[in-house]
Structure formats: structure tokens, C-alpha cells
């Protein structure tokens, strides 16, 4: 069983930077894949950016490319999205995930088998 618990989020002005953190506690495997995901009031879910835990392949979507950056700590079993030129249309409750199986879709949220409980990012005009 895999625990993760995100930190980081906040309130920032547009043009702004946030970091967010995802501490995971038991078995991490270098196969297992972190994504992190959005889910704006009053929509879906989406996908943000995924990485190997050992950081040998990295996916971003479209909306966030150039802009987020996937890292991590692994003294700290930790993994961190470092959020760069944030817009309005940012704001969200972000959730990283653990998807076990590296050879599955990284952009789909039902192939994730374990959840942080979410942190709130509010970025203002």
C-alpha cells in the first residue's frame, strides 16, 4: 500500500510560481508511475504531468508543457511539480497518483490505483 500526501498549494498572482510536493510512504518501485492531475469547480478531472518514479520518462499535457516541471527527492521519497507562469485557468484542486503498471495509459485517471488527498491551487488575475 502506497500513501501520498501533497503540499504546496496556495494563492498566487498570475505570472506567479508554486511548488507542489507529494510525500509517498511504503513500497515505491522505480517502475511505478506518479501522475498528477486538476480538477477545476465544475469540471472533470484532468491530467497534468506524469513521471517514472526513477525519472527516466516524463509526460506533460499540452495545456502545461514549458510551463511545469516534474522532480523528486529521493532521500525524501518525494516528488515535487515545480509550477512556472501560472494563469487563472490553473487554478484547481491538484491530486498526485500512483498508476503500478508503467506500461499503462498515463492520462487516464482510472488506471491510478492510489490518491493524495489534494491541494488547493488559486491563481488570481
Known amino acids: 500500500q502506497v500513501q501520498l500526501v501533497e503540499s504546496g498549494g496556495g494563492l498566487v498572482q498570475a505570472g506567479g510560481s508554486l511548488r507542489l510536493s507529494c510525500a509517498a510512504s511504503?513500497?515505491?518501485?522505480?517502475?511505478?508511475?506518479m501522475g498528477w492531475f486538476r480538477q477545476a469547480p465544475g469540471k472533470e478531472r484532468e491530467f497534468v504531468a506524469a513521471s517514472t518514479w526513477s525519472g527516466s520518462r516524463k509526460y506533460y499535457a499540452d495545456s502545461v508543457k514549458g510551463r511545469f516541471t516534474i522532480s523528486r527527492d529521493f532521500t525524501k521519497n518525494t516528488q515535487y511539480l515545480q509550477m512556472n507562469s501560472l494563469k487563472p485557468e490553473d487554478t484547481a484542486a491538484y491530486y498526485c497518483?500512483?498508476?503500478?503498471?508503467?506500461?499503462?495509459?498515463?492520462?487516464?485517471?482510472?488506471?491510478?490505483?492510489?490518491w493524495g488527498q489534494g491541494t488547493q491551487v488559486t491563481v488570481s488575475s
Open positions: 511504503g513500497p515505491v518501485f522505480s517502475t511505478y508511475v
Open positions: 497518483a500512483v498508476l503500478l503498471d508503467y506500461s499503462s495509459a498515463w492520462s487516464e485517471e482510472n488506471e491510478y490505483t492510489y
